[in-house]
């Protein structure tokens, strides 16, 4: 995609209101001539193609919405904002709040579970939810979980995880959960960087160790670094038919839905130190977009192997302050410092 090719995405006009959907509130606010187009180096694809997205709605979150909760950064999945308060408690609550405004509360406990812990969450489009996590038991002996939420919230199925120590999940088209994670030993580290994949009644399918970039903490000798956890504030998330992962190291992976690596290339070009962690944006078409609040976002160009920036002009909006939660189908979903989530719909 070329500099005068550029897609756009373009905030609409809209006044100020209230509007409803059901029993939902959602706050509109009126934003004028706000557009981000993406541009960058030229890179070489067959057809010029222009993508334009407008302002379907925006909605404060209250604050209980917008707290990270712990090591968990929140993000769209399966039609949904997923969140974590109180974490970590012996009841976080997982917050889910969809397209439309409606909030679900799910209050989450392990029997016999203390000072959970949740590192992780994933919707699939049927409104089941997959957390994972660490909890410690009544004598105090910890260990990690898998739990697969159904949609009716009345059932709920946690796989022992120990010695393995996942960070992040999702739930692949075919219904499959994925995590990556590492594998404990005492007080040690045995393996890095460690993918697993369940059916959905909890099951073993596979395991492997993957070859991924990893951060370079701070003082470290790139060399030999203190370790090389890739999944630490990392992103793992799915399209219908496959999963991509974007490491701490700012490196970019794509698997199908057999654990084959479809696509391995760096990230764009983020600020480092990573402040919050990488961001992750995947369609159900293939669409991504990926980066950070302070460095910005990049759109992947599948054709040259780039990443074009997305550059935010007009309006109040600074990259400063918008975290990139997901894809809801065609539409972008940013969510603002004062916690106001954005949707912008694709023309």
């Known amino acids: 995609m070329t500099r005068e090719h550029a897609a756009k995405y373009l905030l609409g006009v809209q006044a100020d209101g209230v509007g409803r959907r059901g029993k939902a509130a959602i706050r ?9 187009a993406l541009g960058g180096p030229a890179a070489t694809v067959a057809a010029q193609t222009k993508l334009t997205f407008t302002l379907e ?8 919405e917008r707290e990270a909760g712990g090591r968990f950064i929140p993000h769209w999945s399966g039609g949904a904002v997923l969140s974590v308060v109180g ?17 679900e509360i799910i209050r989450f406990s392990i029997p016999d579970g203390r ?8 919707g699939a489009d049927d409104g089941t939810v997959a957390a994972v996590g660490s909890a410690y038991s009544k004598d ?17 199925t946690v796989t022992q995880l120990m010695p393995y120590m996942p960070n992040v999940v999702t739930i692949a088209g075919d219904g499959s959960i994925w995590m990556i994670g590492w594998v404990r030993a005492g007080e040690s580290v045995a393996e890095e960087n460690v993918l697993k994949r369940f059916d959905a009644t909890g099951r073993a399918l596979a395991s492997e160790v993957l070859q991924a970039r990893h951060r370079i903490m701070s003082g470290d000798d790139e060399a030999r670094p203190r370790n090389r956890d890739a999944t630490a504030l990392s992103a793992l998330r799915n ?3 496959r999963v991509a992962w974007y490491t701490n190291g700012n490196e970019y992976i794509e698997f199908s839905l057999d654990g084959k690596i479809l696509t391995r290339l760096d990230g764009p070009p983020v600020e480092k130190p990573l402040r919050i962690g990488v961001l ?8 991504v977009v990926a980066g ?4 910005g976002y990049w759109s992947l160009d599948r054709g040259s192997r780039t990443w074009i920036p997305i550059q935010f002009t007009g309006g109040e909006r600074t990259k400063h302050n918008e975290l990139l939660l997901g894809f809801d189908e065609n539409c972008l979903v940013f969510i603002s410092g004062k916690g106001e989530v954005r949707r912008y719909r694709r023309e």
Do not use: C, M, W
């Open 280 to 287: 992750l944006a995947l369609s159900a078409q293939n669409d």
């Open 115 to 122: 000072h959970i812990s949740i590192y992780g969450l994933a």
């Open 57 to 64: 709605h925006s909605r404060l979150l209250n604050p209980a």
């Open 28 to 36: 509109v606010i009126a934003i004028s001539g706000l557009l981000l």
């Open 140 to 156: 105090g002996k910890g260990t990690a979980f898998l739990a697969r939420i159904a949609p009716d919230r009345q059932k709920q």
């Open 239 to 241: 399209s219908r038919d």
């Open 87 to 103: 974490n970590p408690s012996d009841e976080p609550l997982i917050y889910r709040t969809g397209r439309d405004g409606r909030q």
């Open 292 to 295: 950070n609040d302070r460095s």
